[in-house]
């Protein structure tokens, strides 16, 4: 009873700011200068990004009816979307890094694998040595535990890299 009652405080606070990232943000009109990803059904010209239909860049200026917008890697080339036409529109609010996840993964990858090699690993010994006539160096489970370890050092090194933590704008009324 007691333990239930700690795995559902846990689920319950591991859930908070995962529904706080979620709720969109009345950031109408964007600031000048702000990063941003936009998913629209305009088919323009966006410089690398020719006949997008999502892309991420830098806004240059936003009224009540339109979006002008600067694709990542474009200089002077700009995109000016009417509001109606944005399907979606996040805005860049810092970064995070994805470490606890990439090591998560890679700990279970690496217990598979290490579980399947040592389990498929053996050599041949002579029948008086062994009643099976197979030697098996490492178990499965240890092969297993040693592949999670490595597993997840190489996940948590794959999700340090920091990465944008996306908040989705409320967009006026259409």
């Known amino acids: ?19 706080a990232q979620e709720a969109p943000a009345s950031d109408w ?9 936009i998913r629209s059904t305009v088919l323009g010209n966006w410089g690398t990004f020719s006949g997008a239909r999502s892309a991420t860049g830098t806004v240059v200026s936003a009224t009540t009816d339109t979006l002008t917008f600067r694709a990542d890697g474009d200089s002077t080339p700009t995109a000016i979307l009417p509001v109606r036409r944005i399907l979606r529109l996040e805005i860049a609010r810092g970064t995070h890094d994805n470490q606890g996840y990439g090591a998560l993964l890679g700990s279970l990858a690496g217990f598979v694998a290490g579980a399947t090699i040592a389990g498929l690993v053996h050599r041949s010994c002579g029948e008086s040595a062994c009643p099976d006539g197979y030697y098996r160096d490492v178990s499965a489970t240890t092969g297993g535990l040693l ?16 990465v944008d ?4 704008v409320k967009l006026p009324a259409r």
């Open 29 to 37: 009109p964007i600031a000048e200068g702000s990063r941003v990803r």
């Open 1 to 19: 009873m007691r333990i239930s009652r700690v795995l559902l405080i846990a689920t319950l606070v591991a859930a908070s700011p995962l529904a």
């Open 147 to 162: 592949g999670a370890l490595a597993g997840a050092a190489i996940g948590g090194w794959v999700g340090s890299r920091p």
């Open 165 to 168: 933590t996306w908040v989705q």
